[in-house]
């Protein structure tokens, strides 16, 4: 049996690969307290595989996880998938009725950063003087509150989390937009058998440094994918962490390396003098909610 790491339990994470891999009877899930240690599993083996949430509608990329993935391991993306994240607050007790009433004895919240920054409208509008605690991820917040057994200390947290440490949901999808929607990668050494549903298409990722900083490279760069009319679907620029000012260019691209323009296209790249390094070339899949939603 697979073994795949992930942050856990009570994430959105574990939620996401649940209801995308399915929730256990073909692949072993083995939670850890941070990313880090997600990571780290996969590239000591003593895991298969790292789930890894890498990108959100509003908060945009994960950086700190592109950047372990630039710099830190060199694990190929086998897949990726989205999943939607509705933040829930999560309290002792049954709380006071309405959310007003609910909010008005807190003091301090505690969640994962990203989660903070995906409520941060409702933060400021109902809990603008509170404390704000950050921990690895919101399974570990919502595990902490329970554990203190404080009426003044909430959790933003998926409802699982809420299950599993004893948790009253006083209010539920407190996030600041309602279509919030995560990315998650699978990464790990070898391919994986997925679920028997057809990818939307094949993605591949790949980082790319250029020669020099001269004027038009990137147009160069990008002039290889739009004459061989190749869509990108993300560009971002990294730190290559060598020299201030200097950056990788992180590009997904909307095409298989078993194409024949893509191959091609990167030939043509290394040509003018840019690396490229391959990240993975994997399929993608939105989201397809298991049951029928409301
Ligand atoms: O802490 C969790 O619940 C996570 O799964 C982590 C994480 C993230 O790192 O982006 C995943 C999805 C949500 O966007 C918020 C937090």
Same mark, same amino acid.
């Given at each position: 049996?697979?073994?795949?790491?992930?942050?856990?339990?009570?994430?959105?994470?574990?939620?996401?690969?649940?209801?995308?891999?399915?929730?256990? @009877?073909?692949?072993?899930?083995?939670?850890?307290?941070?990313?880090?240690?997600?990571?780290?599993?996969?590239?000591?083996? @003593?895991?298969?595989?790292?789930?890894?949430?890498?990108?959100?509608?509003?908060?945009?990329?994960?950086?700190?996880?592109?950047?372990?993935?630039?710099? @830190?391991?060199?694990?190929?993306?086998?897949?990726?998938?989205?999943?939607?994240?509705?933040?829930?607050?999560? !309290?002792?007790?049954?709380?006071?009725?309405?959310?007003?009433?609910?909010?008005?004895?807190?003091?301090?919240?505690?969640?994962?950063?990203?989660?903070?920054?995906?409520?941060?409208?409702?933060?400021?509008?109902?809990?603008?003087?509170?404390?704000?605690?950050? %921990?690895?991820?919101?399974?570990?917040?919502?595990?902490? %509150?329970?554990?203190?057994?404080?009426?003044?200390?909430?959790?933003?947290?998926?409802? !699982?989390?809420?299950?599993?440490?004893?948790?009253?949901?006083?209010?539920?999808?407190?996030?600041?937009?309602?279509?919030?929607?995560?990315?998650?990668?699978? %990464?790990?050494?070898?391919?994986?058998?997925?679920?028997?549903?057809?990818?939307?298409?094949?993605?591949?990722?790949?980082?790319?440094?250029?020669?020099?900083?001269?004027?038009?490279?990137?147009?160069?760069?990008?002039?290889?994918?739009?004459?061989?009319?190749?869509?990108?679907?993300?560009?971002?620029?990294?730190?290559?962490?060598?020299?201030?000012?200097?950056?990788?260019?992180?590009?997904?691209?909307?095409?298989?390396?078993?194409?024949?323009?893509?191959?091609?296209?990167?030939?043509?790249?290394?040509?003018?003098?840019?690396?490229?390094?391959?990240?993975?070339?994997?399929?993608?899949?939105?989201?397809?909610?298991?049951?029928? @939603?409301?």
């Amino acid at each position: 049996m697979k073994r795949i790491a992930l942050l856990g339990p009570g994430t959105f994470t574990e939620e996401s690969a649940h209801s995308f891999l399915g929730s256990g @009877e073909t692949y072993e899930y083995v939670n850890c307290k941070l990313i880090d240690d997600v990571f780290m599993s996969t590239v000591n083996g @003593e895991t298969d595989y790292s789930v890894i949430p890498i990108e959100n509608t509003f908060d945009g990329s994960v950086r700190l996880h592109l950047d372990w993935l630039i710099h @830190e391991v060199d694990l190929p993306m086998q897949a990726e998938w989205v999943f939607p994240i509705s933040i829930n607050l999560l !309290g002792i007790g049954a709380g006071k009725g309405n959310l007003e009433a609910s909010c008005s004895g807190l003091t301090k919240i505690i969640s994962h950063g990203v989660t903070l920054t995906q409520c941060r409208q409702f933060l400021r509008k109902y809990l603008p003087h509170v404390e704000l605690e950050q %921990v690895g991820s919101n399974g570990e917040a919502a595990r902490l %509150v329970s554990e203190l057994g404080r009426p003044d200390v909430a959790a933003l947290a998926p409802n !699982g989390a809420g299950m599993l440490y004893g948790l009253h949901t006083w209010a539920p999808a407190v996030q600041d937009h309602q279509n919030n929607y995560t990315r998650f990668l699978l %990464v790990g050494n070898e391919p994986i058998q997925l679920p028997g549903r057809a990818p939307d298409f094949t993605k591949t990722t790949i980082i790319v440094t250029l020669p020099d900083d001269y004027p038009g490279g990137l147009h160069q760069l990008l002039s290889a994918f739009a004459w061989r009319r190749i869509n990108l679907s993300k560009i971002e620029s990294r730190p290559t962490k060598k020299k201030l000012g200097t950056y990788y260019f992180y590009i997904d691209v909307e095409a298989s390396m078993d194409s024949v323009l893509l191959p091609a296209a990167l030939q043509e790249i290394e040509a003018i003098g840019c690396q490229v390094r391959l990240l993975g070339c994997y399929p993608t899949y939105s989201y397809e909610p298991v049951h029928s @939603e409301v």
